[in-house]
């Protein structure tokens, strides 16, 4: 009998979202074929860079869960549970800022 990690079934809504956010923050590379499946049916992914060098460790089915039940409720959260630092802002953003004018 094969176990949950060799059983493919299809990602939920949810967990399609998760790996978008998890591509866009990470690259393409991170596709639905690199998901697998815990020995609990969840679905996760070891998201890595363009390198080829692993970032993090991604469960998709509970970060689905925790958007769905407003746990995780705004995409800069999303991005801290992905470990993904913020953006910084841009140089001439921090200088209109301060800049007052003539």
Known sequence: MPSASETRRPLTEGERQIL????????A????????????DEA??????????NEACVVLTNLAAFV???T???SDQLREWLGVPAPATPWWRR????????
């Open 72 to 74: 995780i409720s705004s």
């Open 95 to 102: 200088l209109t800022k301060r800049w007052s004018g003539p």
């Open 20 to 27: 978008a956010e998890v591509q866009r923050h990470f690259g």
């Open 68 to 70: 769905a039940d407003g």
């Open 44 to 53: 996760v992914i070891f998201a890595s860079d363009k390198s080829g060098r």
């Open 29 to 40: 590379q991170n596709d639905e074929a690199s998901v697998f499946f815990s020995d609990k």
